[in-house]
């Protein structure tokens, strides 16, 4: 079946387009939760619909199943990255294509542009933050982890080179900046994301970044370079007072 793509609507009077952005959904095989009026009010309050990962909770196809389904009630683009949950069982292909079959564009180090809108997206890493960073150094095992937190910013620097909207936004799991983690306890921060993200989207203009996994962290914040930052896992609380962020760029 060929996959089925919601059209993008045009940009509003003023030009801008209206982004509702969500992470950490964790659909559960057996959950009685069903994101499908949610899905709904969305659709009605904004242009497209980001989701920023972790949208199983134990990466099983199942629950990839159940979150395309809900996803029927959602008339708007939608635009995604998985987050680690989503590759705990070893079925990320499998997850990654039902999500495709049902219209997601699921970013993977990749751009897409929506209504004017580059969007990039990539999942991101562990690895702390700022000069606490960790290092290469030492055992094989650090070496692997680093080299994958290296890989991940510049999987996401080859993506942005992709874009030639002039508006940009970044989808990540995992965070760029510890503003936007805090509220989490501080021995688990280099668990929550790298500054190496950060790093890289400062070397480029960008409208504002979306990340998640961090779910008792802060909604806001910024790079060093002044890029807006949204924490918008489900479970912060934010402006709109819903479940979802509202951005509009
Ligand atoms: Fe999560
Ligand atoms: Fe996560």
């Not at 003023?14 to 969305?42: C, P, W």
């Not at 987050?83 to 219209?103: F, K, M, P, W």
């Not at 080859?158 to 965070?175: E, F």
């Amino acid at each position: 079946m060929a996959e089925q793509r919601k059209t993008a609507r045009k940009a509003n009077g003023n030009g801008k387009v209206k982004i509702a952005a969500m992470g950490d959904l964790h659909i559960q095989e057996d959950a009685q939760t069903s994101y499908r009026d949610l899905f709904g009010e969305i659709s009605r309050e904004a242009d497209v619909l980001v989701l920023t990962g972790d949208l199983t909770n134990l990466g099983k196809p199942k629950e990839a199943e159940l979150l395309a389904e809900d996803l029927r009630a959602c008339s708007i683009p939608v635009v995604a990255v998985l987050g680690n949950h989503d590759y705990e069982s070893g079925c990320v292909d499998q997850i990654a294509a039902t999500l495709r079959q049902a219209g997601v564009y699921l970013l993977d180090g990749q751009a897409t542009e929506l209504m004017e809108v580059g969007f990039v997206g990539v999942k991101g890493f562990v690895g702390g933050f700022g000069p606490r960073m960790l290092g290469s150094f030492g055992e094989p095992a650090i070496k692997a982890m680093v080299a994958e937190s290296v890989n991940e910013a510049m999987r996401l620097e080859n993506a942005m080179r992709q874009v030639r909207a002039k508006r940009t936004l970044v989808v990540l799991h995992y965070a760029p900046i510890p503003e936007t983690v805090t509220g989490e306890p501080p021995e688990i921060f280099p668990f929550l994301g790298s500054s190496r993200l950060a790093e890289t989207i400062d070397r480029f203009k960008v409208s504002a970044v979306v990340h998640g996994h961090a779910h008792r962290g802060t909604f806001e914040g910024q790079t060093p370079g002044g890029a807006k930052v949204y924490n918008v896992a489900m479970h912060i609380t934010k402006p709109t007072g819903r479940p979802y962020a509202l951005l509009e760029i």
